[in-house]
């Protein structure tokens, strides 16, 4: 499986950027996907999750604010982010999951490249 990131920007604080993360081996239909965000010097954290079946979850600061969904024709993931603010600013990835916790990175296999978000204040 390959992922490749796109969308990523510089945007101002209250503005809005929709990542995708395009697919290609595997059954993108059968697999749950991810969004993680990393920040200048810490850590990769969770952002969103979309199950195979469609159900979603988020990190609490982003609910709200964000959207994951998929395209199962398109095998592409979306984040669509509104109402950014500049602690949004990081580098997100989207991966797959392979079961376990969705909020935890050992959960994942395959990992996009990544997408610079900055958020200005």
């Known amino acids: 499986v390959q992922l490749q990131a796109s969308g990523g920007g510089l945007v101002q604080a209250g503005g809005s950027l929709r990542l995708s993360c395009a697919a290609s081996?595997?059954?993108?239909?059968?697999?749950?996907m991810g969004w993680f965000r990393q920040a200048p010097g810490k850590g990769r954290t969770f952002v969103a999750y979309i199950s195979a079946g469609g159900a979603t979850y988020y990190q609490d600061d982003v609910k709200g604010r964000f959207t994951i969904s998929r395209d199962n024709a398109k095998n592409t993931v979306y984040l669509q982010m509104n109402s950014l603010k500049p602690e949004d600013t990081a580098v997100y990835y989207c991966a797959k999951f392979k079961g376990g916790y969705y909020y935890s990175t050992s959960s994942y296999e395959y990992w996009g490249q990544g997408t610079q978000v900055t958020v200005s204040s």
């Open positions: 081996g595997g059954t993108f239909s059968n697999y749950g």
